[in-house]
């Protein structure tokens, strides 16, 4: 059977201050009236019924997806700590095969916006039956529009199916120079950072490509549904190396297919895609959740709290406050609040804020 796994462990430490340790991103309104883990969860119902839709989470966050959700305790899979999508991928195919020996998994991160349900349904149906067999790791490929290099780019090879294309590269996150050379050679997709296989398949691949990720997950498998399984699953995340699913197995297998898509997406992954989405006014600002009183301020984003955010001369920044904390850098650096957030979680003095 199909079944949703929904990755919902990460911190969104690119959206601090407004997503904390005790409330992430995928548990904020951050576009629309509806959380993002809401909005994933109803973008797949009409394919995978809601018994079959599981969350990978940490311990400490089951209550917040209870509540949202009221997803069945036994399809929330509780990760002790974080040690990126790689572990927290396979935690899910060892939970799913002790279930369903030929459990498909559709993995989808808990933070996206995705415009075109239709397409996005159709895409999905297609990416399962091509996971279905169990040969190919299934990933789903955006054109890239601009050279990021927070993404994954996707180098499409010879074509299978109408609109299902052999992975020929895998390049994960490369730097701005690269990324532009892929769209100039016009065949590469952005990786969408969701996929489509069988759970025993993945598990075949993290064997070659990650061993010692695969031992763990093997001690893990054989203590699912005993009363040893939250002892084990602790253990072996205290040795687990953390890596990610594209450095640790996409960029290195050779089963790996992309399809075309034709919906609209964005990962959310810093406030300058979330700007993408959010009205500007005639000098290029975004003003979100308060007053603004500025003077000769141009292409600056302010998301605001209570207070009236007043400015002079500024341009091109971004100014994020809430209760707490204010927030203000160019907004070319706001990937660089994952390295700020990095450094201030080591002091103890700022441990409240984070
Ligand atoms: N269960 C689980 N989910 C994770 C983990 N790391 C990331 N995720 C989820 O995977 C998806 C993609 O995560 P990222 O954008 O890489 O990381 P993030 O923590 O959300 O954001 P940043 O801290 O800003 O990088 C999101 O839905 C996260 O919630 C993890 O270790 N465990
Ligand atoms: O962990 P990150 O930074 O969110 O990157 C992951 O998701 C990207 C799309 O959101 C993908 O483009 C990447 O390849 C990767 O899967």
């Avoid at 079944?3 to 548990?27: A, C, D, E, H, N």
Wanted: aromatic share 8%.
């Amino acid at each position: 059977m199909v079944y949703t796994v929904i990755m919902s462990g990460g911190l969104g430490s690119r959206f601090w201050p407004k997503s904390r340790v005790s409330m992430p991103k995928q548990f904020l309104k951050t576009v629309g009236d509806k959380t993002m883990i809401e909005c994933t969860v109803e973008r797949i119902m009409n394919i995978i019924p809601k018994e079959r839709i599981c969350v990978v989470t940490n311990k400490r966050y089951v209550p917040i997806i209870q509540n949202l959700l009221g997803i069945e305790e036994k399809n929330i899979f509780k990760e002790p700590m974080n040690k990126e999508t790689a572990s927290c991928i396979g935690l899910a195919a060892v939970k799913l095969l002790k279930r369903d020996f030929e459990a498909v998994m559709v993995v989808l991160p808990s933070d996206h916006v995705i415009i075109g349900q239709e397409e996005f349904e159709k895409t999905l149906k297609t990416a399962i039956d091509a996971a279905r067999d169990g040969d190919y790791l299934v990933t789903m490929g955006i054109n890239p529009t601009r050279p990021e290099s927070g993404y994954g780019y996707i180098e499409k090879g010879e074509e299978i199916e109408t609109g299902i294309y052999k992975v020929k590269r895998f390049v994960e996150k490369p730097n701005v120079d690269v990324a532009k050379s892929f769209i100039e050679k016009g065949s590469y997709y952005w990786n969408s950072g969701m996929f489509v296989w069988r759970a025993d398949r993945l598990l075949r691949e993290i064997k070659k490509y990650l061993p010692e990720l695969y031992r763990s997950l093997m001690r893990i498998y054989e203590a699912v549904d005993t009363p040893e399984e939250d002892r084990v699953i602790a253990d072996e995340y205290s040795k687990i190396d953390g890596i990610s699913i594209d450095f640790g197995v996409m960029q290195r297998t050779h089963r790996a297919v992309v399809l075309d898509t034709s919906f609209t997406w964005d990962d959310i992954g810093s406030f300058t895609a979330l700007e993408r989405f959010l009205n500007k006014d005639k000098q290029n600002n975004v003003i979100s959740n308060c007053e603004a009183g500025l003077y000769e301020v141009e292409n600056t984003m302010i998301l605001g709290n209570k207070r009236l955010i007043a400015g002079i001369g500024i341009k091109d920044m971004l100014i994020v406050d809430t209760d707490d904390v204010l927030l203000i850098c160019p907004k070319d650096r706001c990937q660089d609040i994952k390295n700020l957030v990095k450094e201030l979680a080591g002091n103890d003095e700022f441990e409240r804020f984070m």
